[in-house]
């Protein structure tokens, strides 16, 4: 934070209004005297931070306790924190749909919505989905746009910290993209580009299967698997943004391009895509032995994968999302094969939010952002440095 001097009163006022705003947001509509107990500040401190952050609409006086009001005099003062004073959005871009969750200033869920796109859909044409799916949510929630306070976005590739994709193979016309700068034409507030894998690692910390961990790994497993990673409770993008980037591995030439690897006729699966896989597993399930055997090559890969990120930065914990999160028989050979592979075998488990990830970590991404301005001084876990 730096040395604070008498003479930088400003940076004085706002760390006042941010311990005054945590201490609020924390609390059941507290009086002033547990303010003052609560933060340590002096009350004629904490009674001038309250009227500012009144005028700017962020608090407001809250009614009287059940009680209160039959004691003799008049009752103490309570505040309460206006999670109502603005909202968030998190917006999920992938190859088959577009969804939005929007939320109140504390995160609570207050409407959702999604469009299917094809995956062969330009961007310009995928970008416009986007914005008349927030537009028809905004005006089904009765929420105005100048009321937003901050969006996070997420979709595949490689994301820089401006929110250009510098490298996203999975969309049309998606390299080089620059994302943030198209979207906040559309929006009067912060806009926040992420990787999909880093956002959904995001959303299952905050409220998934990796509430407890501080050391994750997400493994969004589709036809090309990508990652997310936790350490210490913080994202981890890598110097260009590019960890996690499992799915290039087979590059290496190790390995058989996804296409192959899938195919149950010896020609390249295509389209390639997740009814496609979804059918290939269903016949292994049936007994199919050429299916049997591109599941087997599916998961080994899957498990080779996973394991040089997981030799890699030891995580306490593997979360195992998308599409293949839904397919049964991927769990426990990866656990058996990380076991054989690796030096101190995590953890794995499913999902908990399943399809929802992506979009919640891009909501989560845009809550940190807002978060970060109003109870902090300096940064949030997963915002950019």
Do not use: K
């Amino acid at each position: 934070m730096g040395r604070l001097t008498g003479g930088d009163p400003s940076l004085l006022r706002r760390i006042n209004s941010a311990v005054v705003l945590h201490a609020l947001r924390a609390a059941d509509s507290p009086t002033l005297t547990d303010l003052v107990q609560v933060t340590g500040l002096s009350r004629p401190t904490v009674e001038g931070v309250i009227e500012g952050l009144i005028e700017t609409g962020l608090v407001a006086e809250a009614p009287a306790e059940e009680g209160e009001t039959r004691r003799q005099g008049r009752p103490a003062r309570r505040f309460r924190f206006r999670t109502e004073a603005g909202h968030l959005l998190g917006i999920e871009i992938g190859p088959h749909r577009v969804a939005a969750l929007l939320s109140d200033l504390g995160g609570q869920v207050r409407g959702s919505a999604q469009r299917e796109v094809t995956e062969h859909a330009p961007a310009d044409e995928r970008l416009e989905r986007v914005r008349a799916m927030v537009a028809d949510l905004l005006r089904r929630a009765g929420v105005a746009r100048s009321s937003l306070r901050a969006v996070g976005v997420a979709g595949p590739g490689i994301v820089e910290a401006d929110g250009t994709v510098r490298l996203g193979t999975a969309l049309p016309g998606w390299t080089g993209l620059p994302l943030g700068e198209r979207l906040r034409r559309s929006f009067r507030c912060p806009v926040l580009v992420e990787n999909d894998a880093n956002a959904a690692a995001v959303a299952e910390h905050w409220q998934g299967a990796a509430t407890g961990s501080g050391d994750v790994v997400f493994v969004l497993a589709g036809l090309s698997p990508g990652a997310g990673s936790l350490i210490g409770g913080r994202l981890h993008r890598g110097f260009g943004g590019a960890a996690g980037e499992i799915g290039a591995l087979h590059l290496l030439g190790r390995e058989a391009t996804p296409e192959t690897l899938l195919s149950t006729t010896g020609e390249p699966l295509h389209p390639l895509d997740e009814a496609q896989v979804a059918a290939v597993f269903a016949a292994a399930r049936d007994g199919d032995g050429q299916a049997r055997e591109a599941v087997d090559r599916f998961i080994r890969r899957l498990v080779h994968d996973v394991a040089a990120l997981v030799l890699a930065l030891d995580p306490e914990l593997v979360v195992i999302g998308g599409w293949a999160s839904g397919l049964a028989g991927v769990l426990e050979p990866l656990r058996r094969e990380l076991a054989r592979y690796c030096l101190r075998p995590p953890e794995v488990v499913l999902s908990q939010l399943g399809p929802a990830a992506v979009t919640t970590g891009a909501l989560r991404l845009a809550l940190d952002h807002v978060e970060g301005e109003l109870f902090a001084v300096e940064g949030t876990m997963t915002g950019r440095r």
